[in-house]
């Protein structure tokens, strides 16, 4: 049974940083890519960052220079750290894994940027 646990999320001032954990359980996180998404209530749930099975990042441009996707595979648990945040980062964020087809989602955590 894939499980993903997300948790990090809370209420931060603008310029400040948050760092997002994706504990992993029945899959080797490593073995995957593995999709950070967020959603803003009204609109679509947008991807802002991917670890790629390979090992490559990719970051979307909103997201660009002030994110990044460090992993820790001793601990099965991937993570965002989020940089220089700004209000429009304020979402709902979400990590996710596509196993066999079948796409898999943490219960998201809530960032606030506000000050």
């Known amino acids: 049974q894939v499980q993903l646990v997300e948790s990090g999320g809370g209420l931060v001032q603008p310029g400040g940083s948050l760092r997002l954990s994706c504990a992993a359980s029945?899959?080797?996180?490593?073995?995957?890519?593995v999709y950070w998404y967020r959603q803003i209530p009204g609109k679509q749930r947008e991807v802002v960052a991917t670890?790629?099975?390979?090992?490559?990042?990719i970051v979307e441009d909103s997201a660009k220079g002030r994110f990044t996707v460090p992993r820790d595979n001793a601990k099965n648990t991937i993570y965002l750290q989020m940089n220089s945040l700004k209000p429009e980062d304020t979402a709902v964020y979400y990590c996710?894994?596509?196993?066999?087809?079948?796409?898999?989602w943490g219960q998201g955590t809530q960032v606030t940027v506000s000050s």
């Open positions: 996710s894994v596509i196993v066999l087809g079948r796409r898999y």
């Open positions: 029945g899959l080797i996180l490593s073995g995957y890519s």
């Open positions: 670890m790629t099975s390979t090992g490559t990042t």
